[in-house]
Each structure stands twice: as C-alpha cells, then as structure tokens.
C-alpha cells in the first residue's frame, strides 16, 4: 500500500500510515522521509520556494494502476515539533501523513470552506492523534 522510502539513518516504523492510508484509499501512495536538505531542493524545484517545509504532497493523474500520489515527510521538522509540543514523532510523522493524503485526496484547506479541517479532525479523533497541522496554524 504505502511504497516506503525512508532517506534518514532512522527507523521508521510505517505501521500506523499504512493503517491511515487504507482507512482513505485502495490506491498505492509513495512515501519519503527525508532531512531538511531534501526537502528544501524539492521545494525549490516544485514550487519555486527556496526553505525547508514539514509536508509535500503531489498528486498524479487518474490512471489504472498508478500510485494516488506521492507525499515528503521532513525528519528535522518531526523531530523538532514532536519534542517542542510534547508528542511522539510517530504522532507527529502521522499528523503530516494525513495532512499530505488529504491534499492528494483533492482538499485544500486555503480555498475551501473547512472541509479539508473537518476531514482532518475526524481522521485525528479516529486514530487519536494530538492537535493537526491546520488546528495548530489557525491558533497561532
């Protein structure tokens, strides 16, 4: 289900992304985990924005066995706002998954009307996961 690609020196135990992917789709998703270097050159070359960020999601066209999409985890960034907010990094790590399988799902939280927030908390509530990505930012 989940095409695993863990670039870190850190292992990674995928067990609940691949619970959350099946509870979303029954297509394929390609997952990288990556340090803040990687992540910041991908950024760069896909959106013209030069800085390391925490989740990239890239969805592919609809075709007949091709992966749904691919999604990029930063490491660094798990890591740093796991040990800051007081959660595990797999909690963490499971917070961007959603957020990246939402946005290859087709939500996107900048233009829609709290659908994609929605969507979020309940998959949050379902596997119990701490605060999401979009709840945290619309605190600040």
């Known amino acids: 289900m989940i095409d695993f690609d863990n670039q870190t020196d850190k292992t990674i135990d995928i067990t609940l992304l691949e619970t959350i ?6 297509k394929e998703i390609e997952l990288m985990v990556c340090d803040a270097d990687t992540i ?6 896909t959106r ?21 999409g ?3 985890i930063c490491e660094d960034i798990v890591t740093s706002v796991a040990s800051g907010l007081n959660h595990s990094d797999d909690d963490e790590r499971a917070l961007l ?3 990246g399988m939402l946005h290859i799902l087709g939500f996107d939280h900048e233009c829609d009307n709290g659908e994609m927030r929605e969507k979020e908390e ?19």
């Open 70 to 72: 691919s999604i990029v």
């Open 40 to 45: 910041q050159d991908i950024n760069a070359d």
């Open 21 to 26: 992917a099946k509870s979303l789709t029954s």
């Open 122 to 140: 309940a998959l949050i509530n379902q596997f119990g996961l701490p605060k999401s990505l979009i709840v945290r930012t619309e605190e600040l």
């Open 48 to 68: 013209n924005i030069d800085k390391a960020t925490d989740v990239l999601s890239f969805p592919y066209e609809a075709m007949p066995m091709a992966p749904l």
């Open 97 to 99: 998954f959603i957020h």
